[in-house]
């Protein structure tokens, strides 16, 4: 018996080969049906007609035009337009195995489970850089294994995860002052939807059975890029509030180049929080001034 489900993937710039590789993933997935929406920040009429080649019986392939406003704001998109109670998103350089969905789907009819994340592998294109043995730095090119189990989970990684609207009406959406937006590498929204479904009382779970291959392309390969990705986390964790804390045990790795990754992380999260703060007094003065008014 066939899942019905919406998988949405959005590109900002990325090229069509890239996304190509992951329709074609698509194209294969097994014991599903729906439809397959790819949101296309960098619109192209004759990549569009292309787009629809990727259909089969099952699934239906469309590709509608979404202003660059961000990732966050795509995703809000593809919620809003989805036909389906199951909504699954994968980024346009993952590569799904073919019971991806099924798998991810399976997991969010469960009674109780709002947010279901997949197991992500990397695949290196080129020689991985020293820094990437740091399991904090790892974080930040979309790995995530916990092996082949389902578990309950804290948290979910955007290269390959569901919801089930239905779930949480009020809370399945991404906050558009997080995610990647602009070119520049910000992130959290996943980590912020996730807080606010085990708020609620609801679970987010990780399901080892549901397998994406992370593409990490050559240019992401270089210190640079992971030092600066680490700047944007802890903006990101400064914007959602509360206090960084690691998302694995500490390993030899991160005690090691802790030196070097640390302040990267601390500049962009103390940067974030004076800025949060200074709205926040700005806030309070315009209200006492409001207020003096009255």
């Not at 009674?111 to 997949?118: H, I, L, Q, Y």
């Not at 960084?244 to 802790?258: E, K, Q």
């Given at each position: 018996m066939s899942e019905t489900v919406t998988i949405t993937l959005t590109?900002?710039?990325?090229?069509d080969w890239l996304v190509r590789e992951t329709l074609a993933s698509l194209a294969a997935q097994e014991a599903v049906a729906g439809e397959v929406i790819f949101l296309d920040q960098n619109w192209s009429e004759s990549f569009a007609k292309e787009v629809a080649?990727?259909?089969?019986?099952?699934?239906?392939?469309?590709?509608?035009?979404?202003?660059?406003?961000?990732?966050?704001?795509?995703?809000?998109?593809?919620?809003?337009?989805?036909?389906?109670?199951?909504?699954?998103f994968i980024d346009p350089d993952a590569i799904a195995s073919p019971k991806w969905a099924a798998k991810l789907a399976q997991a969010l009819?469960?009674?109780?489970?709002?947010?279901?994340?997949?197991?992500?592998?990397?695949?290196?294109?080129?020689?991985?850089?020293?820094?990437?043995?740091?399991?904090?730095?790892?974080d930040q090119y979309s790995v995530l294994d916990w092996g082949e189990g389902t578990i309950d989970a804290p948290r979910v990684v955007g290269a390959g995860f569901g919801v089930c609207k239905s779930a949480a009406p009020t809370e399945i959406y991404f906050d558009e002052a997080l995610g990647r937006?602009?070119?520049?590498?910000?992130?959290?929204?996943?980590?912020?939807?996730?807080?606010?479904?085990?708020?609620?009382?609801?679970?987010?779970?990780?399901?080892g059975g549901a397998i994406?291959?992370?593409?990490?392309?050559?240019?992401?390969?270089?210190?640079?890029?992971?030092?600066?990705?680490?700047?944007?986390?802890?903006?990101?964790?400064?914007?959602?509030?509360?206090?960084?804390?690691?998302?694995?045990?500490?390993?030899?790795?991160?005690?090691?180049?802790?030196?070097?990754?640390?302040?990267?992380?601390?500049?962009?999260?103390l940067r974030a929080r004076l800025f949060c703060q200074k709205r926040a007094r700005t806030s309070r003065r315009h209200e006492r001034e409001a207020f003096a008014r009255q």
């Open positions: 590109r900002y710039r990325e090229p080649d990727f259909s089969t019986e099952q699934l239906c392939v469309r590709a509608e035009p979404c202003e660059e406003k961000g990732l966050s704001h795509a995703r809000n998109l593809g919620l809003d337009i989805s036909k389906t109670d199951i909504v699954l009819n469960r009674e109780g489970v709002a947010v279901a994340g997949s197991r992500i592998l990397p695949e290196w294109k080129g020689r991985r850089p020293l820094v990437t043995r740091s399991r904090v730095v790892l937006r602009d070119g520049k590498l910000f992130g959290g929204e996943e980590s912020d939807l996730c807080e606010r479904i085990r708020a609620k009382g609801l679970n987010v779970i990780y399901c994406v291959y992370h593409q990490i392309l050559p240019e992401r390969l270089s210190w640079r890029w992971a030092l600066q990705r680490l700047y944007f986390a802890g903006l990101g964790r400064a914007q959602r509030g509360g206090t960084p804390s690691p998302a694995h045990r500490p390993g030899f790795w991160d005690f090691a180049l802790l030196p070097v990754i640390l302040p990267f992380y601390l500049a962009g999260y």
